[in-house]
């Protein structure tokens, strides 16, 4: 059985739907937050931090956390228990955390809110906070090969045992979760589905994924998140930040309510209004700059390079973006020789419609052959870079150098023979598109 997605368990919690226990896990931290901020405005009265406790999974074992779960709550009727980076429900191969047997320091508390700093919580009024977070320590649980012992059974080490035991509590507190209480367990990485904690979590509905959201789903959250601020965003506006790299929804929610803030009374939110607070500065940047590629235009290009680089875009996020956009005008160079338009790009790569119809006509100048070997020079030195071969920016700049060639497109240094212009699902453009 899978885990229910994080959206599905916010709405539920916010019609009043509060389960005994939650456990989050996936990259999305935003969704962790948002959750857990949820729980809190619907238990507890605003300024409660009497019945709050939030542990830090690196230094609390299972067992600790059960025994906190029991505690009774102080002049209410129920607590928040929050248990942050949970490491022992990490993939016994490869989780976070330290190594077998570290020693116990330190205590719970200090301020933090995930991997990710900044932004709104998901829905909530502008303002509200994420609550607290316990100090870094390393993990005291079972090394990556150690399997927890079954109660009652013989044990391998020390380690070992004190996992199973630690794992059998949890399985009994899962049966009989105190009334008083709701646990959160929140790992923001992957958890091992074979652990009987796990799937009784799932088997209960209790396990919670928090993946980023993508396409549609991810258009119509930015437009919830625009509504809560009595805002509208207009559908250029829209694609600019759909199209301004990876989806961090923090990062997303943060730059909403700096542009919301911006405008004022106005309701609609324009393209213009993202680019005056530099939001989404990086898309419009790289949009224009591969206009100027494609066309040849070196000087503009290496231009709006530097103007990117020194409003401290960071170069990997620019080549992603940059890869990303030579990969959708290869798969539109693709489409126009077969007949197709843009309708159908959008339909296959899931854009939104903007930006389907200006890949289209970038397309227009840009033979497929072209956009396959800028894909592979986007990987020279995307593997460069990582190789320590240049500097970050340095090698940025050598790329656009190379593919605004004034010869009209990119040739065959510094990077290597050309890709032959076959199928888009070739190693080229895989491996280019992080």
């Given at each position: 059985?899978?885990?229910?997605?994080a959206?599905?368990?916010l709405?539920?919690?916010?019609k009043g739907?509060?389960?005994?226990?939650?456990?989050?896990?996936?990259p999305e931290t935003?969704?962790?937050?948002?959750?857990?901020q949820?729980?809190?405005?619907?238990?507890?009265?605003?300024g409660d931090?009497?019945?709050?406790?939030?542990?830090d999974?690196?230094?609390?074992?299972?067992?600790e956390?059960?025994?906190?779960?029991?505690?009774?709550p102080?002049?209410a009727?129920?607590r928040?228990?929050v248990?942050?980076?949970?490491?022992?429900l990490?993939?016994?191969?490869?989780?976070?955390?330290?190594?077998?047997?570290?020693?116990?320091?330190?205590?719970?508390?200090g301020?933090?809110?995930?991997?990710?700093g900044?932004?709104?919580?998901?829905?909530a009024?502008?303002?509200s906070?994420?609550?607290q977070?316990?100090?870094?320590?390393?993990d005291t649980?079972?090394?990556?090969?150690?399997e927890?012992?079954?109660?009652?059974?013989?044990?391998v080490?020390d380690?070992?045992?004190?996992?199973?035991?630690?794992?059998?509590?949890?399985?009994?507190y899962?049966?009989?979760?105190?009334?008083?209480a709701?646990?959160?367990?929140?790992?923001?990485?992957?958890?091992?589905?074979?652990?009987?904690?796990?799937?009784?979590?799932?088997?209960?509905?209790?396990?919670?994924?928090?993946e980023?959201?993508?396409?549609?789903?991810?258009?119509?959250?930015?437009?919830?998140?625009?509504?809560?601020?009595?805002?509208?965003?207009?559908?250029?506006?829209?694609?600019?930040?759909l199209?301004?790299?990876?989806?961090?929804?923090?990062?997303?929610?943060s730059?909403i309510?700096?542009?919301a803030?911006?405008?004022?009374?106005?309701r609609?939110i324009?393209?213009?209004?993202?680019?005056a607070?530099?939001?989404?500065?990086?898309?419009a940047?790289?949009?224009?700059?591969?206009?100027?590629?494609?066309?040849?235009?070196?000087r503009?290009a290496m231009?709006?390079?530097?103007?990117?680089?020194?409003?401290?875009?960071p170069?990997?996020?620019?080549?992603?973006?940059?890869?990303?956009?030579?990969?959708?005008?290869?798969?539109a160079?693709?489409?126009?020789?077969?007949?197709?338009?843009a309708?159908?790009l959008?339909?296959?790569?899931g854009?939104?419609?903007?930006?389907?119809?200006k890949?289209?006509?970038?397309?227009?100048?840009?033979?497929?052959?072209?956009?396959?070997?800028?894909?592979?020079?986007?990987?020279?030195?995307?593997?460069?870079?990582k190789?320590?071969r240049?500097?970050a920016?340095?090698?940025?700049?050598?790329?656009?150098?190379?593919?605004?060639?004034?010869?009209?497109?990119?040739?065959?240094?510094?990077?290597?023979?050309?890709?032959?212009?076959?199928?888009?699902r070739?190693?080229?453009?895989?491996?280019?598109?992080?």
């Open positions: 059985m899978e885990s229910t997605p959206p599905a368990i709405e539920a919690i916010r739907r509060i389960e005994p226990v939650y456990l989050l896990h996936g935003y969704w962790h937050d948002a959750i857990v949820a729980l809190r405005d619907a238990l507890l009265p605003p931090v009497m019945n709050f406790t939030q542990l999974g690196r230094v609390a074992g299972a067992a956390v059960v025994e906190q779960a029991r505690i009774v102080f002049l009727e129920r928040l228990l248990v942050r980076d949970a490491a022992w990490a993939p016994r191969g490869g989780g976070s955390g330290g190594g077998r047997g570290g020693a116990r320091a330190g205590s719970q508390g301020e933090g809110s995930g991997r990710r900044g932004g709104a919580v998901a829905g009024r502008p303002g906070g994420t609550g977070r316990g100090p870094a320590h390393p649980g079972p090394g990556p090969d150690a927890p012992a079954s109660p009652g059974g013989d044990a080490g380690g070992e045992e004190a996992a199973g035991g630690s794992e059998a509590a949890l399985l009994a899962l049966d009989d979760p105190a009334p008083t709701v646990l959160v367990i929140s790992h923001p990485g992957d958890v091992d589905g074979r652990r009987a904690v796990v799937r009784r979590l799932r088997q209960r509905g209790w396990a919670v994924a928090c980023p959201l993508r396409d549609d789903a991810l258009a119509r959250w930015l437009q919830q998140q625009a509504a809560a601020w009595g805002k509208e965003l207009e559908p250029e506006a829209l694609a600019w930040l199209e301004s790299g990876e989806p961090d929804l923090q990062r997303l929610a730059e309510a700096k542009v803030t911006y405008v004022g009374d106005r609609r324009a393209a213009a209004d993202l680019r607070v530099g939001v989404a500065l990086a898309t940047g790289v949009f224009e700059l591969v206009d100027a590629v494609a066309a040849g235009r070196r503009q231009d709006l390079l530097g103007r990117l680089l020194d409003a401290n875009e170069p990997l996020r620019l080549l992603a973006l940059i890869a990303r956009q030579y990969r959708i005008l290869a798969y160079c693709s489409l126009r020789a077969e007949g197709g338009d309708a159908r959008q339909q296959l790569l854009l939104h419609p903007f930006v389907a119809r890949a289209w006509q970038q397309a227009r100048d840009v033979p497929l052959d072209r956009a396959m070997a800028a894909l592979e020079a986007v990987l020279e030195t995307d593997v460069g870079i190789q320590g240049w500097p920016r340095i090698g940025l700049e050598r790329l656009v150098w190379y593919l605004s060639g004034s010869s009209g497109g990119p040739g065959p240094a510094p990077f290597g023979s050309r890709p032959a212009a076959g199928s888009l070739g190693p080229a453009a895989r491996r280019a598109v992080p």
